[in-house]
């Protein structure tokens, strides 16, 4: 089976030592990115780590795919223990970073300890160089990467940073790529913040000696599809169903008032294609989907907002003004934030304060949100932790704030939240494509968790080879199967194993049943959980069995 090569580079900021040790046969079996990356946390961070202490580690892996030049590539992971939901967490981001990651020969990037002082980290094929960068102190992205520019040639493709809010320990703080790019959530920039590393820098020329063999047939063929495609998507990105979502009850406004905006065609895709103003894409990527956009009266230009934004940062906090929400985009991008958390967590103050619509006071807010000023130091907390003080309802799962596509309308999606093994999110398992579809009926719970496992299990293998979900068209099972030299079965059982993976150490710390939750109801929903549990061949309290994963983690390196 194809798998990423190379080995797995510990750096230990703390102690400013970097080790490479062969995992050889864990990529045999786990491929690359999210599910290696899972096996190694599984094995190697504490079940009892403090999120913000130095035995959580972060990952950065690549997987084989990111050594070929087909569209949809242009992708890495990100895994960790998170400060939001206090369980494992995988992110997942686009840009120019995975080029420059594989060229340093290694698969996986592990970051553990505390740095006493504010480091750059830089990786390069012939060693690692620590670079205390106090003057950073405080430093946006952009501003980091300018450093980063000027003092090593080195522009933003080749580096991860943080902003404001990692360094301030926001818990949804995102770590940046490319200034624009969002390993977004779970807040795996505050466990950079908490180690004291501002950066990271990728540089090499080693590709070579980590080369895997990709087969040319399907890779050029996707390539073309891509480049010839007229998808709307390539004209209006992921904005581009903002209105049909809409129409369909599934853009939560106003703080989960309505389920419906009445100005959602001012924030949606006509209105961001009105703005955009170039191509813009990922590595190796003819698709070519992201959305340079520009605003010359306001002097506003940034890249996107990509739909989940137009939704939190637009109908969630009642703003109907596309410029509004791509200040937004670009104060969370600087600052370094999730735009989906911050937003909702933004929203909520708006809910409390009864101030819908004030988009002058949400950028306020997302700023002091960043420096932890004043109100912004519990708002930074996540809306979790502050809904009480604002006296509002809880709209999280698991400490996650919720991205679009209401699951009171798409209740397989609802479900999908309530289990997902980091929270509200959307991308773990995708139930609203066969919904909003009609492929699956959106009214109901019961019958939908076979299809539910088999999605999550599919979008881990996605993140694993690494593809970018908007190429599930072009990328099918057979040309995965063909991709991967394994048949589709193969690759849905890596996926299982990941997922019960991240499942056993979130049982490990606490969570089970009582934490697959929704804060409102949907039907049949304890039935429908039961029946998830049952797919899953896990316990009804929503636990896995220690020996399934131990028996399963036989090839994963131990820290000590
Ligand atoms: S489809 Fe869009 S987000 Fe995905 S890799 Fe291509 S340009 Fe990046």
Redesign the pocket.
């Known amino acids: 089976m194809l798998h990423a090569n190379g080995p797995l580079l510990t750096v230990d900021v703390g102690e400013r030592t970097a080790t490479e040790t062969s995992i050889e046969d864990l990529l045999a079996d786990t491929v690359g990115g999210r599910a290696t990356a899972t096996a190694l946390a599984h094995e190697r961070i504490p079940f009892d780590a403090d999120p913000f202490g130095p035995e959580n580690r972060a990952y950065l892996s690549t997987g084989p795919l990111q050594q070929s030049r087909m ?5 890495m992971n990100m895994t960790g223990l998170s400060p939001l939901t206090d369980g494992l967490v995988s992110t997942n981001a ?1 840009g120019y970073l995975s080029r420059n990651f594989v060229d340093t020969a290694i698969s996986v990037l592990e970051l553990t300890g505390k740095s006493d002082e504010l480091l750059a980290v830089h990786v390069t094929d012939s060693g690692v160089e620590f670079e205390p960068v106090p003057e950073l102190a405080g430093a946006t992205v952009p501003e980091t990467s300018d450093y980063m520019n000027e003092h090593h040639g080195l522009g933003p493709e080749h580096c991860i940073a943080i902003g404001p809010a990692g360094e301030n320990l926001v818990r949804f703080a995102s770590v940046m790529t490319f200034d624009s790019r969002a390993f977004g959530r779970g807040g795996l920039g505050a466990v950079l913040g908490s180690k004291n590393v501002k950066c990271v820098t990728f540089e090499g020329d080693a590709k070579a000696t980590v080369e895997v063999d990709i087969p040319n047939s399907p890779t050029t063929d996707v390539h073309r599809e891509a480049a010839q495609s007229d998808d709307l998507m390539r004209r209006q990105g992921t904005t581009g169903s903002t209105e049909f979502i809409n129409d369909n009850f599934s853009l939560p406004t106003r703080y989960f008032e309505d389920y419906e905006f009445e100005n959602a065609d001012r924030i949606g895709g006509d209105a961001v294609e009105e703005k955009k103003d170039k191509k ?3 590595s190796a ?1 003819a ?4 959305l340079p956009t520009r605003d010359e009266d306001r002097g506003v230009e940034t890249e996107g907002p990509e739909f989940e934004t137009v939704y939190s940062f637009g109908s969630l906090q009642g703003v109907g003004d596309i410029v509004d929400v791509m200040q937004a985009n670009d104060l969370c991008d600087t600052l370094g934030m999730d735009t989906i958390s911050a937003g909702v967590t933004v929203a909520a103050y708006l809910a409390g304060e009864d101030e819908f619509g004030n988009a002058e006071l949400a950028r306020e807010i997302t700023e002091r949100i960043a420096h932890r000023e004043g109100i912004g130091d519990l708002l930074a907390e996540g809306v979790a932790r502050c809904h009480d003080d604002l006296g509002v309802d809880d709209y999280t799962v698991k400490g996650m704030e919720f991205a679009a596509h209401d699951g009171r309308v798409l209740h397989g999606q609802g479900l999908s939240y309530a289990v997902a093994n980091r929270g509200a999110d959307h991308m773990y398992a995708g139930m609203l494509g066969l919904e909003y579809s009609g492929e699956l009926d959106p009214e109901g719970t019961l019958g939908k968790a076979e299809t539910l496992v088999t999605l999550e299990n599919h979008n881990v293998f996605r993140d694993t080879g690494i593809i ?4 599930g068209d072009y990328v099918t099972e057979d040309r995965l199967e063909a991709l991967f030299d394994a048949d589709y079965a193969t690759l849905l059982d890596i996926g299982a194993r990941t997922v019960e993976r991240e499942r056993h150490f979130n049982n490990r710390r606490g969570l089970d049943r009582d934490d697959d939750r929704l804060p409102y109801e949907i039907p049949d929903f304890e039935n429908a959980l039961t029946e998830y549990y049952d797919a899953r061949g896990w316990n009804h309290d929503g636990t896995v069995a220690d020996r399934a994963v131990v028996a399963a983690g036989s090839a994963v390196p131990s820290a000590d």
């Open positions: 569209s949809f590539t242009g992708r686009g813009g894409a990922c990527c698709y070519a989907c992201k970018c979900a908007f190429g």
